[in-house]
């Protein structure tokens, strides 16, 4: 079983900029592809961005093209998403997810979830 980290959350004012890390607790030899979704008081969980087990390829929702950047450094098996330019309506609890390959929007499709992380952007 693979536990997933998040961390990085805070409160910030808009326009500022957050860097969230996410990483597997404990020894794992595998490199996941991962995704990160978010989810505001009373709604869904929606995806944010995903990037592929080696670092190829990433997809962002339009909602956070041009401002978030999804990156990774295998040697650590971590990812982040660094994320500039926040809005108020980027406050939520953002989580991220692990797959063998998957790292698109579909949240079933993920095996592994981590706890979540606070992000409150002020206006």
């Known amino acids: 079983q693979v536990q997933l980290v998040e961390s990085g959350g805070g409160l910030v004012q808009a326009g500022s900029s957050l860097r969230l890390t996410c990483a597997p607790s404990g020894r794992t030899s595998s490199t996941y592809a991962m995704g990160w979704f978010r989810q505001a008081p009373g709604k869904e969980r929606d995806f944010v961005a995903g990037?592929?087990?080696?670092?190829?390829?990433?997809t962002y929702a339009d909602s956070v093209k041009g401002r978030f950047t999804l990156s990774r450094a295998n040697a650590k098996n971590t990812v982040y998403l660094q994320m500039n330019s926040l809005r108020p309506e980027d406050t939520a609890a953002y989580y991220c997810?692990?797959?063998?390959?998957?790292?698109?929007?579909?949240?079933?499709?993920?095996?592994?979830w981590g706890q979540g992380t606070q992000v409150t952007v002020s206006s």
């Open positions: 990037i592929s087990w080696n670092g190829g390829a990433t």
């Open positions: 997810a692990a797959d063998d390959v998957y790292y698109g929007s579909r949240l079933a499709e993920y095996d592994y």
